[in-house]
T-cell receptor, first 112, second 114 residues
């Protein structure tokens, strides 16, 4: 079946450091891929998405490219801020629309 | 987009009792889902709430434990029945609209069973 694997956290970085959170997936067909973010005490929010191979999703300085050849959707940001501290979830939506399969989540902590 | 209101936002319940969680959307949506997020874990899909018919449950979840209703296109409820401490989780409602290819989430209901 479909699955998503994320790098384990927690990840601790200093402000302005480069961020990569790895995400790989297993799926039949051509899934859509998402990154969701959960800030402390808040609900889950969509950060970015990509719906087909080689698409790049971007938002708030974060980017991720849908790589079908490596079945990956790694999240990157060139310079993190303290306000980026949150839990990040990689997810895929397969052929059954709307049903998301989530990775285990990666907690990011950015120190000033 | 869709704005989702979930009630209650949190509750502490006695074991053996049941809690019903409500999910109200500000517009008609095509699909509604219920997820569970156990402490320190990722989100797991419980079921798809089908309008006017029985919900479709994922493996490991059954109707007797998690009865779901969806009487119309903007409202759904999830009941956690005969609760035990293992049911302590955040329960989230999610929707997908006809015009968006993304899922929107409610704020979640943080349930603690004592």
């Amino acid at each position: 079946g479909n699955s998503v694997t994320q790098m384990e956290g927690p990840v601790t970085l200093s402000e302005e450091a480069f961020l990569t959170i790895n995400c790989t997936y297993t799926a039949t067909g051509y899934p859509s891929l998402f990154w969701y973010v959960q800030y402390p005490g808040e609900g889950l929010q969509l950060l970015l998405k990509a719906t087909k191979a080689d698409d790049k999703g971007s938002n708030k300085g974060f980017e991720a490219t849908y790589r079908k050849e490596t079945t990956s959707f790694h999240l990157e940001k060139g310079s993190v801020q303290v306000s980026d501290s949150a839990v990040y979830f990689c997810a895929l939506e397969g052929n059954q629309g709307g049903k998301l399969i989530f990775g285990q989540g990666t907690e990011l902590s950015v120190k000033p | 987009s869709a704005v989702i209101s979930q009630k209650p936002s949190r509750d502490i319940c006695q074991r053996g009792t049941s809690l019903t969680i409500q999910c109200q959307v500000d517009s008609q949506v095509t699909m509604m889902f219920w997820y569970r997020q156990q402490p320190g874990q990722s989100l797991t899909l419980i079921a798809t709430a089908n309008q006017g018919s029985e919900a479709t449950y994922e493996s490991g979840f059954v109707i007797d434990k998690f009865p779901i209703s969806r009487p119309n296109l903007t409202f759904s409820t999830l009941t956690v029945s005969n609760m035990s401490p293992e049911d302590s989780s955040i329960y989230l409602c999610s929707v997908e609209t006809a015009t968006n290819t993304e899922a929107f989430f409610g704020q979640g209901t943080r349930l603690t069973v004592v």
